[in-house]
């Protein structure tokens, strides 16, 4: 018997609002504006028209929305469509200490089973929120390789929205643990696509949403699941993460709820290049820099996300795709010091082709540096700035804007919130949202 899965089906079962503390609440309902936000502006990215043109030719019974669309379709494509949107523009939230996005599945998963249902209490869907980013960090954090060294991508990721649906439905342990064992048939990780900059990245947020959403109704129809999901023979620890590290996997579990600990990310890129971004902005703000002094940028970061986020050096310097810019150091911080932002309008992709960017991009050079690594998957960042006839300027940052450490106050959610929404397919009326 694996005592580990039914541990975790046990907590999703019995988990309350009460168990909840204030700064898990907060959390659950900042990431719900966030999401929401992120998938009104992922409404219009490149990629999203496709999977929505696809859900109305497909059609079937209205059960759920598209997020900026209005169109009602089955709920499992709204979930899979609208997954794909939360995860489009790298606006969605994540943590510092782990490659993972605790919110980007969950939240149109529940969504759609909100209208499916007809109606979930606040309490309920924040509950079950906390619980679906509760599970995917604890599971980030049992693995020994993160995605980054392994390249799986977070295969786990299909357990967390999972989680959430079975507590909005209330499940017992039996149905809790069925539903999360059938969702591990819905597991994906593709880390490749990151590096190549495909639009597939986007979409695995939507897949593991749909595949929650349908392990969920499955379950309530008596189709079964493998049972020991986690630690059986072949279940997803055995088979893909040597060595886990359990103890994160019922340590203080149901009293302590890793949600506290989310990040909300101030820019539209991969968190990785958020550390330089903001070094940038602030060397550029406070010097008043004249980008056509500067004769050299350099960065220095720990190998690992010099790997993801600067190499190969050409093909970041001039990115062929808008997710492609989202995972560029070289071009998120000339994008920084050309326009004093990186955000929606600096990663669209007319933006690929702004020679002011592109020219500074061509003098920001990356350096890996093992030191640099600290307990945080970000590490320390340093950004120095080479300026014709003055002393180099330089800055040094370990928790960048965003992190529990260093919060956008609820002025800055909330301006975020109204950008996003205002790059909808079909912008929703600006005084009603305020």
């Not at 609208?82 to 939240?107: K, Q, W, Y």
């Not at 759609?112 to 606040?122: D, F, N, T, V, Y």
């Not at 999972?162 to 909005?168: E, M, N």
């Amino acid at each position: 018997m694996d005592e580990i899965s039914k541990k975790l089906a046990e907590y999703v079962a019995h988990a309350r609002f009460e168990d909840l503390s204030p700064s898990a609440v907060q959390s659950a309902k900042r990431s719900t504006l966030d999401t929401l936000g992120a998938m009104l502006a992922g409404s219009s990215a490149p990629g999203v028209p496709t999977v929505v043109d696809l859900a109305r030719v497909w059609g079937g019974r209205g059960e759920a929305r598209l997020i900026g669309y209005g169109d009602s379709v089955p709920a499992p494509i709204a979930a899979w469509c609208n997954g794909t949107m939360a995860r489009a523009l790298e606006i969605d939230d994540c943590v510092d200490f782990l490659p993972v996005h605790p919110s980007a599945s969950a939240v149109p998963a529940l969504l759609a089973l909100a209208e499916l249902k007809g109606s979930l209490p606040g309490r309920e869907f924040l509950t079950a929120l906390a619980v679906g980013q509760d599970v995917k960090i604890r599971m980030g954090l049992a693995v020994r390789q993160n995605a980054m060294q392994s390249g799986r991508n977070n295969l786990f990721k299909i357990f967390a929205p999972t989680a959430a649906l079975a507590r909005a439905m209330a499940f017992g342990p039996e149905d809790a643990q069925n539903a999360l064992g059938l969702s591990f048939s819905f597991a994906v990780g593709d880390g490749q696509c990151a590096l190549d900059g495909a639009l597939a990245l986007r979409l695995q947020q939507g897949i593991v949403a749909q595949g929650a959403l349908l392990s969920v109704i499955l379950t309530t129809k008596g189709f079964t699941g493998a049972r020991d999901f986690l630690l059986g023979k072949f279940g997803y620890l055995r088979a893909f993460e040597p060595d886990p590290r359990l103890e994160y996997l019922t340590q203080d579990l149901g009293k302590y709820f890793y949600g506290e600990r989310i990040t909300i990310k101030p820019f539209s890129s991969c968190r990785a290049t958020h550390p330089s971004i903001d070094l940038a902005l602030g060397l550029r703000k406070k010097f008043a820099l004249n980008t056509k002094a500067i004769r050299k940028i350099t960065v220095k970061t720990t190998p690992e996300m010099s790997q993801l986020v600067a190499e190969p050096r050409e093909a970041k310097i001039a990115p062929g795709s808008v997710p492609a810019a989202q995972f560029s150091i070289q071009f998120t911080v000339a994008a920084a010091l050309a326009h004093g932002d990186v955000f929606l309008k600096e990663l669209e992709p007319d933006s690929l082709k702004d020679t002011e960017i592109l020219d500074l991009a061509r003098r920001v050079y990356v350096e890996p540096d093992p030191s640099l690594r600290t307990e945080f998957v970000l590490g320390r960042t340093i950004v120095e700035i080479d300026i014709e006839g003055q002393a180099p300027l330089k800055g040094e940052i370990e928790m960048p804007l965003g992190s529990p450490f260093r919060p956008m106050t609820y002025e800055a959610c909330a301006e975020k919130f109204l950008k996003s929404a205002s790059a909808s397919v079909n912008p929703p009326d600006k005084s009603k949202l305020e």
